[in-house]
């Protein structure tokens, strides 16, 4: 279901060469648009917030600088980074930063040594209740964040894929949905590399986390420094990434949803 609709939403992009936003503005009616729009900034602000914070503490782990001084410290890495509205150059950035978190994790994976056989059987049979459904729910978010539905259908277009005829367009879309495949999957396996982890030393240990300095902190003595080294380094990354991502889709919403474009030069 979740990579049916990214699919959708970029096929959105190729065929109308509109961003989600905009069909919304022209086919619903205005008490829904704002609700829509209203709704969709919430979840941009909100999890560029949480994202910026990851970061933060990220820096905080990694370097033992005051929380205060990560935050301004990422506040302006953030900044610059989304100021520079290059496309590509942000497209490859953040594919830099995907590829570090999956190292990062992969090494971990290596570090902690879980049970396979245990992991595999929990994936395909998961046991949830009352206690856990609510990380589930944030864990489904975490893979497909609400407002990548309206960012996707705006970045396609920035790849000047330009479908002139029927036959290219068909072309366009089989690639799409292959990128879409591959970026879905690559998340998935992010977030289950961060859950076996996460299994594998502190529920192994009987350990309760409550933040996430916490878990570094457990993490240095259960699993050692190279592992709380890379957890570090895995949270300033998706921190970046993500606050990054955040920005282009309320920007995209936000002027969508206006009848205007802000539109990031492709070089």
Known sequence: MLIFLQHMSAHLGIVTGTCLSEPCRRWFPTWTNYIFGGSIMIACVATALAEFLGASIGLTILFRFPLALSALISGGIILMLVTIQKYEQTEHLI???????????LMELFLV?????????????????????????????????PYNLYLHS????????????????RQLLRYEFLDTLLAMGAGWMINCAMVIVAAAVFFRHGVEVNDVMQAAETLKPLAGRLAEF?????????????????????????????GKEITPTSS
Do not use: H
């Not at 930063?97 to 190292?103: A, E, N, T």
């Not at 300033?236 to 309320?250: D, E, N, Q, R, V």
């Open 154 to 169: 705006e970045v396609i277009q920035k790849r000047n894929w330009y479908a002139t005829t029927n036959e290219r367009k």
């Open 113 to 145: 040594k879980p049970d396979w056989g245990e992991a595999i059987q929990a994936s395909v049979i998961p046991k949830i209740d009352s206690s856990s459904i609510f990380i589930a729910m944030g864990m489904l978010g975490a893979v497909v964040m």
């Open 230 to 258: 890379l957890f570090a380094i895995a949270l300033i990354c998706a921190g970046f990434s993500s606050s990054i991502t955040a920005c282009l889709a309320g920007g995209a919403v936000f002027t969508g949803f206006l």
């Open 95 to 105: 594919i830099s930063f995907v590829s570090i978190i999956g190292f990062c994790y």
